[in-house]
């Protein structure tokens, strides 16, 4: 009987391994992690101004622009094979009946494809006829905005800002006027279409003469760098250095100092942008909300409105007050270097650090009662379930925690039972009493603290 179970089982793993084998596998990092822009198709390169674009992600799926319709696929890969799934596309007219006719062409070309391969940084996919789709990795410019720092090696007098579209189209604001056109960029190479510009007059000579310089070294740009947060565009006249305008939406920060004074000794001051135009945060004592609107550098606050609660000291009553006024008066905004800083129309600064949720970050315990913590540093994690657990230095431990309104309750917790050096045992007997006695819990910049009554435990 055992032997006959033995055999069983044996026929079964073998059975596990090649089901496990035979299982499809999806984009490797060479075609996933970003856009693929088609250059050619069968030799052809595609039509002047047409953009056509492939994106493949990790789970099967792939989509993209064919120049007038979107359109998604699946597709699985076996070695250098690649099997396409059946295209669907929208049904738009194509104005121009070159691209309509490209668009065709490349639809029928894809869904035919049998093999890829990636050289050089170009991907090449091809049918089993012969016929050839030649893909170079898009910029990575798509989506994003920069605000030019100089025009031609002279420094930007008034704000100039610059948004890349995803359907291969840019736009943005010249000093007095807003421009829009085309762009296409391969490789580090850009080329710029003819621009159009609205025709308000600039009072100011200067400010003139600036946009005038920068819409001409944008129209004759050849190349690009991007490297972190600055964007170089080359032109024959010098170039255009930009700083990347981040997205706010769906960011938190935390107030680190308003004008010339750092935020008071034990108060959190915060401010979150979300991803429908609301803006919220707590002003020390109370909490706030709103709208916000971010065009280009520019930014305006409106509709705030707070609750009432009495803070308890008349500092905290003075900094909230004061807080809450610049957010009212705010007209623009640079994230940079890890930091948020707001100007208002008074050139007032608010400077922020992100705000880092306590609930799904991994915390490491920097000070325990005042003593720094060096060697085998303990973990602290609370998940969004209600749950906690982390690394007393030596020995794995969990529990359950309840968080409200910077109230922290930690139940009793468990442990592993593995034996360590002396000094570690100590620790992390220290810090698990520690930790369960704490109440309550703030994060100040990258910092997260837990007090309770003789404990203090302060983590990054």
Not at 32 to 39: A, N
Not at 228 to 237: A, H, Q, Y
Not at 265 to 272: N, Q, R, W
């Amino acid at each position: 009987m055992w032997q006959h179970i033995q055999k069983s089982l044996a026929a079964f793993s073998m059975l596990l391994i090649v089901a496990v084998t035979a299982l499809p596998t999806f984009a490797e990092d060479e075609l996933s992690g970003g856009q693929w822009q088609l250059i050619s198709i069968d030799g052809q390169p595609v039509v002047a101004g047409s953009l056509i674009t492939l994106t493949f992600d990790t789970e099967g799926n792939l989509f993209g622009s064919g120049g007038c319709n979107s359109y998604s696929a699946t597709y699985t890969i076996e070695g250098d094979q690649i099997v396409m799934g059946p295209i669907i596309s929208t049904l738009m007219m194509c104005a121009d009946p070159a691209v309509a006719e490209q668009e065709i062409a490349y639809f029928a070309a894809l869904q035919a494809v049998v093999t890829r391969a990636v050289v050089d940084g170009q991907l090449l996919l091809m049918t089993e006829t012969g016929v050839e789709l030649n893909f170079a990795r898009r910029a990575g410019l798509e989506g994003s905005q920069w605000l030019a720092l100089t025009i031609n090696s002279e420094p930007v007098i008034s704000d100039v800002w610059l948004s890349f579209s995803n359907d291969g189209t840019l736009g943005g604001f010249a000093g007095c006027n807003r421009f829009t056109g085309g762009y296409d960029a391969r490789g580090d190479a850009l080329t710029v279409g003819a621009l159009i510009r609205t025709e308000v007059a600039c009072l100011d000579e200067a400010i003139a003469a600036q946009e005038e310089a920068f819409l001409a070294a944008l129209a004759s740009a050849f190349a690009y760098t991007k490297q972190g947060e600055e964007l170089v565009i080359n032109s024959p006249e010098g170039g255009i250095v930009f700083l990347e305008i981040k997205n706010l939406a769906g960011t938190d920060w935390s107030l680190v100092t308003l004008g010339n004074d750092d935020v008071v000794a034990e108060s959190t001051l915060t401010l979150s942008f979300s991803t429908d135009g609301r803006v919220s945060g707590d002003s020390g004592c109370n909490r706030f909300m709103g709208n916000y609107e971010a065009n280009g550098p520019r930014l305006t606050l409106s509709q705030l409105a707070s609750t009432r609660r009495a803070c308890l000291s008349d500092a905290l009553n003075q900094q909230e007050q004061a807080y809450l006024r610049a957010l009212e008066s705010v007209v623009r905004y640079q994230a940079s270097g890890g930091q948020l800083i707001l100007t208002t129309d008074a050139d007032l600064a608010l400077t922020f650090s992100p705000l880092t949720p306590i609930v799904g970050t991994e915390w490491t315990l920097v000070s325990l009662n005042g003593t720094h913590v060096t060697e085998s540093a303990p973990t602290l994690t609370l998940d969004d379930e209600g749950r906690l657990s982390g690394s007393g230095g030596c020995n794995r431990y969990g529990g359950s925690y309840t968080l409200t309104d910077g109230m922290l309750t930690i139940s009793p917790l468990f442990s592993t039972r593995m034996a360590c050096a002396e000094p570690v045992m100590a620790q992390e007997m220290a810090f698990l009493n520690a930790l369960e006695a704490v109440t309550s819990a703030r994060v100040e910049g990258q910092q997260l603290i837990l007090e309770g009554n003789s404990v203090r435990l302060v983590f990054e």
